[in-house]
Every structure is written in C-alpha cells, then in structure tokens.
C-alpha cells in the first residue's frame, strides 16, 4: 500500500474535506486523481508482465452501441470533403466523445452537496475552461501493470453466470472470489479491468432486443457498496475499466447507501467515485477476446494503457486502450 494516504477508513474520516474523498491529497498533479498512483515504477512492472508481445484492442467501434443505453448519445456521422482528386479530409458531426467504449473524465460528475472535485469552483466547470478536464491524462496518459479479472468466466465456471437481462450488482465479495479462484493479486498503482461480459451480451442481441434492453435500463454493474469503495482506494487503482454501461449496476439499489446524498443520481456511486475519490472510470471496454486470452494461458496481469484525446476541458474521450500480453 502506498505511504502516506491512509486507508478509505481514514478518507471518511476526514474533516478538512468531503468524507470519503481524495481532495488535495495528490500535490504535484491534483487534476489527476487517483492516475497518479501509477508512475515510472508501476509502467515498468508492467513491462515485466509482457511474455508474447500480443498486443489488444480494447475499445468498440464508435458505432458498436446502437441504439446506445444512454438517453442522449449517439455515434457520430462522417462528412469527406475533396480539395481535388487526388486529397481527401473528413469531419464528424455529433460525436459524443462517451458514445461507445471511453473515460470518464473528473468533470463528469459533481458531489452533491460539495462540488467537484478538489473543490473546484462551479463557474470553473463549462465550455472553454481547462479544470478536471480529461486532457490531464492525455498530456501524461495512464499506462502499466493491469490485471483483468474475469468475473464473467468465474460466474460461469461456478454454475452461475451473470443474469444480464435483470442488470445484476456484482459485489465486492463477487470480485475477491474472482480474484483469488484465478491466484491474482492487485498492486498498488495497477490498471484493474473487470470483465463482466456485459457489452458482449448486449451486441449479441438483435435490433429489437437491443432497443427493449434500452428501455428496462437495467445494466450489470458493480453494486453501491462502501466496500468496493474501500477496495479501490486501499488497493491504489490507478484506473478502473469494465465492459459495462455505467461501472455499476443500474438503476441504484433501492438501499443504496448513497440514496440521501447523490441528489438526482438516486443513490449511484459515481457521485463517489469522480467527484470524491477522482478515480478514472472506464465503460464499455472491449474485454471478451482479452479475458478469453488470459483464460487460455492462465496469466491475468499484463501491461495496457489509456491515452484519451487531449481536448482541453472534455468531460470524457474515446479510451484510446490497449493491452500487451
């Protein structure tokens, strides 16, 4: 465990900021949350893991989720232009940088209550302004040792998979098992991605399956627990990425810790996650060709990396993922 952050017990602790979060803890880069828990030492521990130099795309196509789960994202269009026969430039229309698989970026939510995160200022947050925005692991991109755990193959190979239709919560005690029945550990600093086969399940469906799975709006998910707050913070994650629509289950569980002060998120951890603990969330990954991998070969821990756009201010970016085996 890294010196001198204590433990989420002592971030709820905290009375100089909101309980349960990172503010003003990380000096040098404080827009970058939680990434900056993964340096030098953690990107060469990283290159250790690599055996074959098989290297994995882990992101969707811009156009994979149609129609999205989201009520307002859309794939973008293509527009080519031709200054003459032999030139050719083109520009997208209506690109939602959060559409298919991406990061959330520290604008992305707001603590109810308290703000955003580190406390930055509400008029701070808008169009044309640099603050919490996703550019700040452009300019130093998130890169080292990953380990992927495979909840999806461990619900199968225990005789019960993940009811994705109901949107199930995977709990914290779901993704220790998963972890210790595939003998892999988290360090600090690591990239943890987490395999639910959620994004396969829902591009296997049709298009009218699709649409009705939009309209329930129940999504796998990790459940609203201040255990798995706890797990993250403790284990230093640098970077949480799944395969899922939102990282936790949707809609909130009805007894959510969270309900009484998340406002209009009605219970959900992001509140929690961006705006307190400033970790990157990764959703939609593609994951299933690398957890069918790392199950061939037995090793789950790997070197990856996300570089997202550097566009100054972005709520989110497109993942820009990839993992070296």
């Known amino acids: ?23 003003r803890l990380f000096g040098d880069a404080p827009e970058r949350g939680m990434a900056n828990f993964s340096g030098p030492a953690q990107v060469r521990a990283g290159a250790a893991e690599i055996r074959t130099g098989e290297v994995f795309n882990l992101d969707y196509p811009a156009d994979a989720f149609v129609p999205s789960v989201s009520r307002n994202r859309k794939p973008p269009s293509q527009t080519m232009t031709s200054a003459h026969p032999d030139s050719f430039d083109d520009f997208w229309d209506g690109y939602w940088p959060q559409v298919s698989s991406h990061l959330d970026g ?43 755990i495979d909840v999806a193959g461990h619900r199968r190979r225990t005789g019960s998979p993940i009811d994705h239709a109901a949107g199930e919560p995977i709990t914290t005690a779901c993704l220790a098992d998963a972890l210790a ?13 987490l395999h639910t086969g959620w994004a396969e399940w829902f591009l296997g469906l049709s298009p009218g399956e699709r649409e009705a799975a939009r309209s329930r709006r129940r999504t796998t998910g990790v459940a609203q627990e201040p255990e798995f707050l706890a797990w993250l913070w403790d ?20 007894d959510s810790p969270y309900r009484a002060t998340s406002g209009a998120d009605q219970g959900m951890l992001h509140q929690e996650l961006i705006a307190k603990l400033g970790c990157p969330l990764g959703e939609l990954w593609k994951l299933g060709t690398l957890a069918a991998e790392c199950d ?20 989110g970016s497109p993942a820009n993922a990839m993992a070296i085996l």
């Open 106 to 148: 520290l604008r992305h939510r707001r603590a109810h209550g308290h703000g955003f995160y580190n406390g930055v200022a509400d008029e701070r947050i808008r169009a044309g302004t640099p603050d919490l925005g996703v550019q700040r692991w452009a300019e130093r991109p998130i890169a080292g040792r990953a380990v992927l």
């Open 235 to 254: 284990h230093r994650v640098a970077l949480l990425g799944t395969d899922t629509f939102a990282v936790e289950a949707l809609p909130a569980a009805p």
């Open 1 to 23: 465990m890294t010196a001198g952050f204590g433990t989420y017990e002592d971030l709820l602790r905290r009375s100089d900021a909101p309980p349960g979060s990172s503010w």
């Open 181 to 193: 029945a595939q003998e892999s550990t988290v360090d600090p600093g690591d990239i943890v991605l």
């Open 296 to 315: 061939r070969t037995g090793r789950h821990a790997f070197f990856a990396s996300a570089k997202p756009l550097n566009l100054p201010g972005a709520v």
